[in-house]
Nanobody, 122 residues
Framework: QVQLVESGGGLVQAGGSLNLSCAAS????????MGWFRQAPGLNRDFVAV????????YYADSVKGRFTISRDNTNKKVYLRMNSLKPEDTAVYYC???????????????WGQGTQVTVSS
């Protein structure tokens, strides 16, 4: 099992950038696919980005492709989400998650962080 803690959320103006971090614990971290998801008030939790265990394969939601970058540091058990060209519609609580599968489906992710708020102002 992997324990996850997100950090780095905050308030940023439209067009700005923000870095999110996820600190993981657990011996199996380097074998897990890691993902970022987000949820706005009243809406479903949506997929944002995923990275495989080796960090050499990524996949992004169309809404963030070209603006967001997911990366990981297996030595330090960290996963990151670099968010550029932020839009007001990116406002949400962002969650880090882990799965032993190669997947971007929410039901496949069994370990979740507590979430960190990202607010993008106009």
């Amino acid at each position: 099992q992997v324990q996850l803690v997100e950090s780095g959320g905050g308030l940023v103006q439209a067009g700005g950038s923000l870095n999110l971090s996820c600190a993981a614990s657990g011996r199996a971290f380097s074998s897990y696919t890691m993902g970022w998801f987000r949820q706005a008030p009243g809406l479903n939790r949506d997929f944002v980005a995923v990275i495989n265990s080796g960090g050499d394969d990524t996949y992004y939601a169309d809404s963030v492709k070209g603006r967001f970058t997911i990366s990981r540091d297996n030595t330090n058990k960290k996963v990151y989400l670099r968010m550029n060209s932020l839009k007001p519609e990116d406002t949400a609580v962002y969650y880090c998650a882990a799965t032993p599968k190669l997947s971007y489906r929410i039901p496949d992710f069994g370990s979740w962080g507590q979430g960190t708020q990202v607010t993008v102002s106009s």
